[in-house]
């Protein structure tokens, strides 16, 4: 079992940046693929990037492609997601998320989760 604590969140004005880190302990990280979700008030949460295990294959959401960088430090225990040129669409609570099978963009494929932290982008 992982436990997952995300920091780096804030307000931050259209087209500024933010780098979200993913803290893991409990086990080692490079046991699991790693992944960002988002949840917009009112909205479902949504797949935004994941990274296999080793970090060799990343996948991005279509609209934040180019914009946001997933990486991991397997040996700190540690995922970070760098975001550039953010949009107002991209206010949310962003979450990080762990599973030791498979990359995938469902949120019922990730079996541990992290509390969230909020990233509001102001116009």
């Known amino acids: 079992q992982v436990q997952l604590v995300e920091s780096g969140g804030g307000l931050v004005q259209a087209g500024g940046s933010l780098r979200l880190s993913c803290s893991a302990s409990?086990?080692?990280?490079?046991?699991?693929?790693m992944a960002w979700f988002r949840q917009a008030p009112g909205k479902e949460r949504e797949f935004v990037s994941a990274?296999?295990?080793?970090?060799?294959?990343?996948t991005y959401k279509g609209s934040v492609k180019g914009r946001f960088t997933i990486s991991r430090d397997n040996a700190n225990n540690t995922v970070a997601l760098e975001m550039n040129s953010l949009k107002p669409e991209d206010t949310a609570v962003y979450y990080c998320?762990?599973?030791?099978?498979?990359?995938?963009?469902?949120?019922?494929?990730?079996?541990?989760w992290g509390q969230g932290t909020q990233v509001t982008v102001s116009s």
């Open positions: 998320a762990a599973d030791p099978k498979s990359m995938s963009t469902m949120t019922t494929a990730y079996a541990y």
């Open positions: 990274i296999s295990w080793s970090g060799s294959s990343s």
């Open positions: 409990g086990r080692t990280l490079s046991s699991y693929v």
